[in-house]
């Protein structure tokens, strides 16, 4: 069994929630690291509570940040369509990211992403462990190496570890794979596509493990 081990951050704003609305209200007041002096609104997960998978990110993007929502730009629409592809039910999953505030750089009139440390990662997680409490998973799928470490463990190497399934403190099972980002930015179509079947065939691979499960 792996586990992460967690230091005070968010904790202090983290209530004792029996709603996942309950957690939204309270998390745009969270002040456990200096990310939320910057973004429009902190960004909790998507999807029903009765959900059997939790897909996590690593943080908002720009777009996320501005909605409110994850998974809503370019990344979240090739999930959307990896889950279509793989017959996995939109509405048992619930996705989410590690870290709640978009982290940025200002680039002209851009907002850039920039990847979170390690110190904020760790501030952050006792929001997504009041996730998961709520929504009580069968399958926790980080999306990226961020996430990973999140939540398997700050030894996972996910190049390596891709696809291996491990148990969560919680009774769920987890696994890792890329995040959908990844998938956009390789080099080149035939790369994308090649990069595109690997992403479907772990997605698959995570479906019958829920299957067996039932």
């Not at 929630?17 to 969270?30: G, P, R």
Request: charged content about 25%.
């Amino acid at each position: 069994m792996r586990s992460n081990t967690i230091t005070p951050g968010a904790v202090a704003f983290v209530p004792r929630a029996e709603s996942l609305a309950e957690l939204w209200t309270a998390a745009q007041k969270c002040q456990g690291c200096d990310l939320y002096r910057y973004a429009t609104q902190a960004v909790l997960g998507e999807g029903p509570s009765s959900a059997r998978i939790i897909m996590v990110g690593e943080q908002p993007g720009d777009k996320e940040d501005l909605a409110g929502r994850p998974f809503v730009g370019p990344a979240g629409a090739l999930l959307d369509r990896a889950l279509r592809d793989t017959s996995i039910d939109r509405s048992d999953v619930y996705v989410t990211n590690a870290v709640k505030h978009f982290k940025f750089e200002d680039r002209g009139k851009r907002r850039i992403h920039k990847k979170p440390s390690v110190v904020e990662i760790v501030a952050c997680k006792p929001w997504l462990d009041a996730e998961l409490v709520i929504i009580r998973p069968e399958l926790i799928v980080c999306l990226g190496a961020t996430a990973a470490r999140a939540v398997i463990g700050p030894q996972h190497r996910l190049l390596q570890e891709r696809g291996r399934f491990f148990d969560h403190p919680s009774g769920a099972s987890m696994t890792a794979t890329v995040h959908p980002s990844a998938v956009l930015r390789s080099p080149d179509p035939e790369q994308r596509n090649a990069n595109y079947e690997a992403f479907v065939a772990d997605l698959v691979a995570i479906r019958e493990r829920l299957s067996r499960r039932r």
